[in-house]
């Protein structure tokens, strides 16, 4: 059997992180968390989300790699059993060409932060 794909897709899904989850926001992006109680699986999955203030599709799409990549490169410090949500604001297009994956990173590294401390910033 292949490996399940560990991305939220479905807009309920996304939903359901939005309205019980909780929001971490930095300058760059806002993380949705939102810990799974019912289901078997420990998979943490994610789901990204990039407006078009950002730029174009080229440009939105690259973002959202940068992200995946970014989130994933901090898995060993994710909590089992969750599901997460990154909302890219329009300056982290800029973030990304100044810094790269490691101005992402940080920014990830900063909000994650902020979601094991248990502040709910928004």
Request: proline share 3%.
């Amino acid at each position: 059997m292949a490996p399940k794909r560990r991305r939220l897709s479905r807009s309920g899904e996304f939903d359901r992180v939005y309205r019980d989850g909780s929001s971490h926001a930095t300058r760059y992006l806002v993380l949705y968390t939102f810990p799974r109680r019912d289901e078997e699986a420990e998979d943490v999955r994610l789901g990204v989300s990039v407006s078009r203030k950002v730029g174009g599709s080229v440009e939105r799409n690259r973002v959202k790699r940068v992200l995946r990549e970014a989130f994933w490169g901090l898995s060993d410090r994710l909590p089992p059993r969750h599901d997460f949500v990154i909302v890219a604001r329009a300056e982290i297009g800029g973030l990304i060409e100044r810094e790269g994956a490691d101005g992402a990173t940080k920014s990830l590294e900063e909000a994650l932060a902020s979601t094991s401390s248990g502040k709910r910033s928004t």
